[in-house]
C-alpha cells in the first residue's frame, strides 16, 4: 500500500466524503487544501456518454477563457510571405515551412499550438503521425488552418483552449491557475463546461455529462454535480 506524506493525507482527509459538489464550492476545497511550493494549474477532467472511436461521437472543440488560462502558450505557424511575417508580428514564437517540417521531423516540437495556412497543410500533413498524438495537429473546425493568422494566433496567446475527446470518452484540460481568484476559476470553468455542452455529437446517446472531476495539479479530485456546471 502506497504511503503519503502529511501534506496529502491531510488533504485526502479534508476530501472525504465530499462528491457531487456546486461549482464555487469545489474552487473552495481545492483552493483551500493546495499546498504545492509552485503555482498549480486547476484541472477538469469530464467522462462524457460518447464513443470516440465512431465519428459521429467524436467530441472536438475550442474555447476562449473569459479569464485566460494563466498559461504560457508558445505557438508555431506553417506559413511563408506576407502570412509568415503577419505570424511574427502576432506574437508566434515559431514560424517557417520545410525548415520547420525539418524541425518537427528531428524530434523539435517545442511549442504548444500549431497553426497553418491552408497553402501549408501538403507540407503539414506529412506531420500527422508525430503532431496527431500529441493533438497539436491543425484542424479547421477548431480555428488552426486559416488565413487569419493574426487573429488565430492572438487567441491561442490569449487564453483559448482546444478539447477532444480521448480513449474512454474522457475529455481534460486546464482552465485556470490556483492564484486566480475563486471568481475567475468559477467562469471560466462554466464557460469550459458549456463548450462541452455545446459539442454534442449527433451520434451520442443516453446521458451525455456522466460525471466532471475538478483538482489542482498536485491534488486530489473532486466531483462536480454536472447540472450546475452546465450553463446553457
Do not use: W
Not at 160 to 166: H, P, R, S, T
Request: glycine letters at 12%; one cysteine or more.
Amino acid at each position: 500500500m502506497a504511503k503519503f506524506g502529511k501534506r496529502t493525507r491531510a488533504a485526502r482527509e479534508a476530501f472525504a466524503g465530499k462528491d457531487n459538489l456546486s461549482v464555487e464550492e469545489a474552487v473552495t476545497l481545492i483552493k483551500a487544501n493546495a499546498n504545492a511550493k509552485f503555482d498549480e494549474t486547476i484541472e477538469i477532467a469530464m467522462n462524457l456518454g460518447v464513443d470516440p472511436r465512431h465519428a459521429d461521437q467524436m467530441v472536438r472543440g475550442v474555447v476562449g477563457l473569459p479569464n485566460g488560462t494563466g498559461k504560457t502558450v508558445r505557438v508555431a505557424v506553417f506559413a511563408r510571405g506576407a502570412k509568415a511575417d503577419e505570424a511574427t508580428a502576432a506574437g508566434a514564437d515559431i514560424v517557417g515551412a520545410e525548415d520547420l517540417m525539418e524541425a518537427v521531423q528531428g524530434g523539435k516540437i517545442d511549442f504548444d499550438r500549431c497553426i497553418a495556412t491552408p497553402d501549408m497543410m501538403p507540407i503539414v500533413g506529412r506531420l500527422g503521425k508525430v503532431l496527431g498524438p500529441r493533438n497539436l495537429m491543425p484542424n479547421p473546425k477548431v480555428g488552426t488552418v486559416t488565413m487569419d493568422i493574426k487573429e488565430a494566433v492572438e487567441a491561442a496567446k490569449g487564453g483559448q483552449v482546444q478539447f477532444k475527446a480521448e480513449k474512454g470518452g474522457v475529455v481534460h484540460a486546464g482552465i485556470g491557475k490556483l492564484s486566480f481568484d475563486e471568481a475567475k476559476l468559477v467562469e471560466n470553468i462554466r464557460s469550459f463546461v458549456g463548450a462541452v455542452s455545446k459539442a454534442k455529437p449527433t451520434g451520442s446517446k443516453g446521458t451525455y455529462m456522466k460525471k466532471i472531476v475538478l483538482s489542482s495539479t498536485m491534488g486530489p479530485g473532486v466531483s462536480v454535480e454536472v447540472d450546475n456546471a452546465v450553463t446553457e
